[in-house]
Each structure stands twice: as structure tokens, then as C-alpha cells.
């Protein structure tokens, strides 16, 4: 079992450039998260997938899309990076919470992407 | 709206001395608390979780937090750090609508020898 994985692990763009950030798990997860990690600022919920074919906002969704590709993917897209997305950006998933929202079983994190605007 | 709140931003603790991280958070109703750790350079890792009953809540890693309503606190404890605990510590709270965890900032840790 891999977990959860991303790709890339480190990434450079240049203002306006566009990416998609890739996330995949192996554990058969109904849900899926983008977050991202400033300093000083914990995490913060970019988007969610509570189960396949379905995906919501977050807490800071502007200048991001999301598409959840199947059961096992959920990517996150920048269209035009800007040196405000500059971050660390964070995959996790988790198992439906039977009886309960769907947070309520533990989150699996990836490793994250470093992801530098300049 | 719901909050949490680290109100330590770095804390240092010697090795085999005990250890209490804070945590405070803000919700109407039974909140549903956790704790995650992360490494340096590595993803988040859960140590424990808090839903109803005992108040008192055993994780991995030797690690154990408190609920108190009456504070509206679920801190960490550790009895005796070891230096590999040092790592960067969230306190987080399901949201109301049940659809992700609200972040504290973090409290990182360091472990003097």
C-alpha cells in the first residue's frame, strides 16, 4: 500500500504558468481533500470530494479548480499561479464516516507538493 | 464560526521531561476534536481523536488528551518526550456541516538534549 501519493514533490512556475497538482490513493477512500500550508497559518481546506463525482469548496477555493477523476484521483488545478499560491499543498483522504459525517473517520495525508509562484 | 486555537507557536522541552500542548476551540455543540502530527518534510499523521465518552483519550506514541467542555480545551500530554517528538503539532475541529476539520495554526516542538 502506497497511501496517498502526489506528484511533483517540488515545483517552480513563473506568474500566469498553469499546473495540475496529482493525487492518488490506494485505500479505496470515499473522500478527498486539498489543503494548503502557509506558515503560521496551519492547514486550510482548498476543496473537498465527499465520494466520486462530487466535489465542493473549501474554506480558500479562489484560483483553484478541482477534478475528481475517478475513486482513486483528485487533482487540483491552477489556471494562472500567482505568487500568493505559493505554498505547500497537501492531499489526504479519508473513509465515510458511517453514521456520521464523513470527516469523522482519520484523514491520510500525502507527502505534499512545494509549490513556489515567482 | 468555528475556531482553534494554538496559542503556543514554539515550545521547547527537554528530553524524558513531560510535555502539555494546548489546544482551545470554539463550537456550539459536541465538538469532534483531533490531534495530528507532522515531521519535518512529511505529511500529517493522526495521534488521537475525540467523539463523545471518556474524556480522556489515549493515541499512539504514547500520547493522551483531555476534553473539557467546561474550557473548551483538548490538550496533549506526554509524559515523558523523547527527542524524535519533535515535530510540528495541529489541533483540529470537524466543522458543523460535517464536511472537513478546521486547523489550528501549529505548536512545534523541540527537544533539548
Known amino acids: 500500500n502506497a497511501g496517498v501519493t502526489q506528484t511533483p514533490k517540488f515545483q517552480v512556475l513563473k506568474t500566469g504558468q498553469s499546473m495540475t497538482l496529482q493525487c492518488a490513493q490506494d485505500?479505496?477512500?470515499?473522500?478527498m481533500y486539498w489543503y494548503r500550508q502557509d506558515p503560521g497559518m496551519g492547514l486550510r481546506l482548498i476543496y473537498y470530494s465527499a465520494s466520486e463525482g462530487t466535489t465542493d469548496k473549501g474554506e480558500v477555493p479562489n484560483g483553484y479548480n478541482v477534478s475528481r477523476l475517478n475513486k482513486r484521483e483528485f487533482s487540483l488545478r491552477l489556471e494562472s499561479a500567482a505568487p500568493s499560491q505559493t505554498s505547500v499543498y497537501f492531499c489526504a483522504s479519508s473513509e465515510a464516516w458511517s453514521g456520521g459525517p464523513f470527516w469523522g473517520n482519520e484523514q491520510f495525508f500525502g507527502p505534499g507538493t512545494r509549490l513556489t509562484v515567482l | 464560526a468555528q475556531s482553534v486555537t494554538q496559542p503556543d507557536i514554539h515550545i521547547t522541552v527537554s528530553e524524558g521531561a513531560s510535555l502539555e500542548l494546548r489546544c482551545n476551540y470554539s463550537y456550539g455543540a459536541t465538538p469532534y476534536l483531533f490531534w495530528y502530527v507532522q515531521s519535518p518534510g512529511q505529511g500529517l499523521q493522526l495521534l488521537l481523536k475525540?467523539?463523545?465518552?471518556?474524556?480522556l483519550v489515549q493515541g499512539i506514541k504514547g500520547f493522551e488528551a483531555e476534553f473539557k467542555r467546561s474550557q473548551s480545551s483538548f490538550n496533549l500530554r506526554k509524559p515523558s518526550v523523547h527527542w524524535s517528538d519533535a515535530a510540528e503539532y495541529f489541533c483540529?475541529?470537524?466543522?458543523?456541516?460535517?464536511?472537513?476539520?478546521?486547523f489550528g495554526k501549529g505548536t512545534t516542538l523541540s527537544v533539548s538534549s
Open positions: 483540529a475541529v470537524g466543522n458543523q456541516a460535517g464536511t472537513a476539520l478546521i
Open positions: 475525540y467523539f463523545s465518552g471518556d474524556t
Open positions: 485505500m479505496n477512500h470515499n473522500s
